[in-house]
């Protein structure tokens, strides 16, 4: 009775993207996503940081947002202790949670904390597009790859793959970089709101790893792609830690949080000039890595700069693992 | 760089309420809540059906969207499974929330699966108020009781408790209608947007018990209560399987999920007209049950017929236990 549209009506994106949007009022959307970590399966007691586990369980929903080309706005944030954790590991854990929100100007609006045998956070996280001069919601989608699109990546990567490596090697300490990268992710909200200001209307974040991502945007857009390995953006520190894998790390290594944004090449070149631009830096801000291909299966090409493929294997990525299914 | 206002400043009602709301457009306001139920803690896997266990994970939910007097209409899913989970499990438990998610006409539109050792289910619930001729939202909140106000119940309570009593005891067949109250609770949207808009601003949703939730409401506004146990509504079923309990249990027994209501008593008595006129029923649909009683430390005194104190403990609910602190 309180609603004009049903509910339905006003989905705009539903199940299968980062995030799900819906309008919320004449001129304005919510997005909203959630995501949960559970001690044992997306971190290890002990062996992290419990601030560094707040950073990331709200970083990977800040991502998530990105990920739409939409702007973060309120947290819910549940809880589940078992009776015997001790305050001052939720004190701590709290405390990344709110470094992080504090970061990217989230306010933690409410949530819920309740027993339970295993540790876990859970985020629900709003965010915000966009919106266009005729009111539609300017966002970054899976399904609008195009024959002939380029490819490109926000930053260089393999870095968090390469600080868990780092990690469970016990090697933290010689890689104190490549493990920042793992530990406290940043996701991108500058780099998605400049692309769809500029046009792009495709991209994703970077979770499970670039070929794999890749693909679900191949698949939900019915187009192919190709991606080069001598273009793959990659650290100096990763490189020079583990010269063999660097590569394969970048390619298929999960967790950067970077984005993956593919558009026609005038577009993906405004967004690279205004990031530029917004964070001073000289250099190029947005790496291409590839070219979307002719329609076809959605399937995901990755060439040697011969034009010879490359077997990345299934790209699958295993959080507790780090060897990215090789 | 999206955002006009800041987040804190779009921030309506944060923590200490059913839930937060914040504004979201010209006109438009979010109200978001999220609950957990964890396998073992709120319920017992084996003795209650998975698809009940969805319903209530929903209804709950939906509940503290009523208990803030708005409407919902996006939800977001996070499954936590064991490995070991049967899919038909999951599968029921899907069917419920999708059963309860239906009848109050709430889309489910993403989620989280995830593996986890222990099995819980949280849902991230967002809603909307009506909003006034100026622009404000028209909200039921816990700090809004005045001195002179009434207290009103949105129907007979205890039956939940009774249900579960019925459960621990084995005793389900012979009480199939304090079980059902226990296992699909109707949370009252209608009765909540009925009250707003009868001019009612203060109100909370029942789930600890009537004398705990009272207290917070009396705490947040800084004003005492007197309850009057020859007032509160009953079931007859409730009364004849537990005579000697059932007005304990209707005073402190959890999980009715009916509303609670503090108003002035011209705008308790609108929003029993019109909410009888839209349930078609002829019997009074608010039931008053006491009244708040000048300034102080928000005490809720409870008393009989004839003015003497009543101890009903400390008003502590233990979901696993079902006898209300006793």
Known sequence: MAVGASAAERSVVGIGDDAAVWRSGERSYIIATTDTMVAGVHFLPGQVAWADVGWKAMAVNVSDIAAMGGTPTFALVTLALPPETAVTDVDALYAGLRECADVYHVTIAGGDVVSAGELSITVALMGEPLVSDDGEPMLLRRDRAAHDDVIAVTAPLGSSAGGLRALLAGDADAQPRLVEAHMRPLPRVDAGVIAVRAGVVCGMDISDGLVQDLGHICRASGVDAELRTDLIPMYKDLIEAYPDDARM???????????????????????????????????????????????????????????????????????MRGDAGR
């Open 249 to 319: 790390m970048a390619m298929t290594g999960g967790e950067d949080y970077e984005l993956l944004l593919v558009g026609q090449p005038d577009t993906i070149e405004v967004a690279d000039r205004v990031l530029r631009d917004y964070l001073e830096m000289d250099a190029r801000q947005l790496h291409l890595v590839g070219q979307m291909k002719g329609k076809g299966e959605g399937v995901v090409r990755v060439l040697d700069p011969d034009g010879n493929p490359v077997d990345v294997g299934t790209g699958g990525w295993d959080h």
